[in-house]
């Protein structure tokens, strides 16, 4: 079983949340506070997508490493692994960005949430749609053998 193609169709679908998310976060945020609403709209996106590609990287990586036997600690530790950078990182950021003079935290929020959402119902639809067998079918036996 091999489900790099999945992934990586998520990571091209994520790109594209992504920049749609930074495009229109940007606008609204620009409405609403012309000085901050744009790098908060972007940093949201970016964060979003970052996070997105983590995932997706760490499941790409320890199928490689373990020819996709998810049952393989290895497999396991590899993912958990991304997961938990993924949380450090993100109460990193949130650290550094807190107080910041330059970041409108509303923007920043809803870019976030709105990335979050959006990779969620990408990572549904495109998993739902894939055709990865579940159980592989052994080969018919040859008569005469």
């Known amino acids: 079983m091999n489900s790099a193609p999945v ?12 920049g749609g998310v930074a495009v229109v976060g940007s606008l609204v945020g620009w409405l609403a506070d012309p000085d901050r609403g744009i790098p908060s709209a972007l940093i949201g996106a970016a964060i979003a997508f970052l996070f997105l590609g983590v995932t997706a990287a760490s499941i790409l990586l320890a199928g490689r490493l373990t020819s996709w036997d998810i049952l393989n600690p290895i497999f396991l530790v590899t993912v958990m692994g991304g997961w938990l950078l993924k949380f450090v990182g993100f109460l990193i950021v949130l650290v550094l960005l807190k107080d910041q003079p330059w970041i409108n935290p509303l923007v ?10 959006g990779s969620l119902v990408i990572d549904l639809v495109v998993i739902a749609k894939s055709r990865i067998p579940l159980v592989e079918i052994p080969p018919a036996p040859v008569d005469g053998a």
């Open 108 to 117: 920043l929020f809803l870019s976030v949430i709105a990335a979050v959402i």
């Open 7 to 18: 992934f990586a169709r998520i990571l091209r679908y994520g790109a594209i949340l992504a």
